[in-house]
């Protein structure tokens, strides 16, 4: 089993519906984060959480929100949906211990329409 | 605010052959690491490499070497002895102070037979 696993893998979801991504992790890691890969632009980070406690906003927070409802779980949440949050999207964990060591998750394929 | 280059969208070597991956990055920053990342069709993203910035010896994993050039901000990936198992998008990550990735563009690495 994944280590970090997001569901669901994909997801086509329509303009102005309220959709949730989930994020679990069994490496027992503090911080949890969200990113965004669009085409041509990398990973650009959507939020982060460094414990339970702590949530941050990241470079393109707008239009997202999380909670992290345990320090395994982390979900991103788009509010109402929009055709340019078409993207693939990625969880990731590390730990305070050895922060330059990031693990992700598989990705999630979403597609507003 | 920190940026990372990556300026050759595609590439494609002939297998055996080796190949090397461009990234600049632009920071004010003096600790800091360095990272190069795979992601194949499956999506996953898969460390390829690291370098600390204090280190200058060049970092070696395998087939994967980097040319890291503090002075000039940079840091490229050479890939020796290509194999179609290379085929890939690579991507260029610099870790801030604060822990947080910020990534390049990304190049598409095509491995021919």
Known sequence: ?113 | AQTVTQSQPEMSVQEAETVTLSCTYDTSENNYYLFWYKQPPSRQMILVIRQEAYKQQNATENRFSVNFQKAAKSFSLKISDSQLGDTAMYFCAFMDSNYQLIWGAGTKLIIKP
């Open chain 1, 1 to 113: 089993d994944a280590d970090v696993t997001q569901t669901p893998r994909n997801r086509i979801t329509k303009t102005g519906k309220r959709i949730m991504l989930e994020c679990s992790q069994t490496k027992g890691h503090d911080r949890m984060y969200w990113y965004r890969q669009d085409p041509g632009l990398g990973l650009r980070l959507i939020y982060y959480s460094f414990d339970v406690k702590d949530i941050n906003k990241g470079e393109i927070s707008d239009g997202y929100s999380v909670s992290r409802q345990a320090q395994a779980k982390f979900s991103l949440s788009l509010e109402s949906a929009i055709p340019n949050q078409t993207a693939l999207y990625f969880c990731a964990t590390s730990d305070f211990k050895e922060p330059r060591a990031t693990f992700f998750g598989q990705g999630t394929r979403l597609t507003v329409v």
